[in-house]
């Protein structure tokens, strides 16, 4: 995850800011375990540090570790990320890493990361949020234990099926895109929407 921040504002009004995003954003995040990089000013250890309790305070993301361009910290996070990957995958599943062919299923206790595709015929549930860092286009069921405010959202969408609790829509075999670029999937008026991920979402990780 990539925040941009404001390089021209006091460090405190920095924070704030920070702190009010993230409360903001808390469900489309939901819980989950993100590398962080910051940019666009420089920070002192003890700013990188208040930066990461508050986002940490403010919802529910645990931080891994930082990235930099410092090439000895950018090699300990990610033998941070893999370990943690490899922890999670084999504990609670909240992170997949690797594409979803036809006729594969996956399943989470929780809210579940994909760094990856999930490929026609494909099929994940979850009972919390489906995060997809790559393309959707196999079906997906997210808050599969009644949770109405769970969200789907992938890099690019062009899904068989949606369905979030006990609220689902079709979209038809031939693979049409929803939009162009991430998109998010959401209950309102009890219906499933689907909207580009702009300002009112991407926010979070633009504080300039």
Not at 5 to 31: I, Q, Y
Not at 165 to 188: F, T
Not at 196 to 205: C, E, F, G, H, R
Request: glycine share 10%.
């Amino acid at each position: 995850m990539s925040v941009y921040l404001d390089p021209e504002c006091t460090f405190d009004e920095l924070l704030s800011e920070v702190e009010n995003k993230f409360k903001e954003s808390a469900r489309f995040w939901g819980n989950v375990q993100l590398a962080l990089l910051l940019e666009g000013r420089e920070l002192t250890a003890k700013e990188e540090f208040d930066i990461v309790n508050t986002i940490t305070d403010n919802s529910g993301i645990e931080i891994l570790c930082l990235i930099d361009q410092n090439t000895e910290r950018i090699q300990r996070c990610e033998r941070a990320l893999n370990q943690k990957l490899m922890e999670m995958s084999s504990q609670t599943g909240q992170f997949f890493k690797g594409d979803l062919r036809r006729g594969e299923t996956l399943e989470s206790e929780t809210s579940i990361v994909i760094i990856g595709d999930v490929g026609h015929g494909a099929r994940v549930t979850a009972k919390g949020n489906i995060i997809i860092l790559g393309e959707l286009r196999g079906s997906v069921h997210a808050g599969v234990s009644g949770n109405h405010e769970s969200v789907v959202s992938a890099m690019e969408m062009a899904p068989l099926q949606i369905k979030i609790a006990d609220l689902g829509k079709h979209y038809g075999d031939k693979g049409r895109r929803l939009g162009k670029g991430p998109m998010v999937a959401y209950v309102e008026d009890c219906c499933i929407c689907t909207k580009q991920m702009k300002k009112n979402i991407l926010s979070v990780l633009n504080f300039n």
